[in-house]
Nanobody, 117 residues
């Protein structure tokens, strides 16, 4: 079964940048969407951005203009570029892939992003 392996989190000062990576280990057929979510301590997991096939990318209002998703299909990699980071962006970030074939949904293991001076 395919897995999503994340990397790239860490500690950054306010105003700084980070890029998160999500590598597909194995193969996922019939991908319908690739998304990024985050979960702050004591809070629910929330959508950050999602790219759907043919539908473009939708961003949460809180990250519009600061975060950008990208992908390298040749390498089976997905990225979340985060700029102008704020302390409220501190959370565990997860990549997510949804497919039309079983098991239909994949999650990365999560990576901590901490924005603090």
């Amino acid at each position: 079964q395919a897995q999503l392996v994340q990397s790239g989190g860490g500690l950054v000062q306010p105003g700084g940048s980070l890029t998160l990576s999500c590598a597909v280990s194995g193969s996922i057929d019939s991908i319908m969407s690739v998304g990024w979510y985050r979960q702050a301590p004591g809070k629910e997991r929330k959508l950050v951005a999602v790219e759907t096939n043919g539908g473009g990318t939708v961003y949460a209002e809180s990250v519009k203009g600061r975060f950008t998703t990208s992908r390298d299909d040749a390498k089976n990699m997905y990225y979340l570029q985060m700029n102008t980071l704020k302390p409220k962006d501190t959370a565990v970030y997860y990549c997510n892939v949804q497919s039309s074939t079983a098991p239909y949904e994949y999650w990365g293991q999560g990576t901590q992003v901490t924005v603090s001076s």
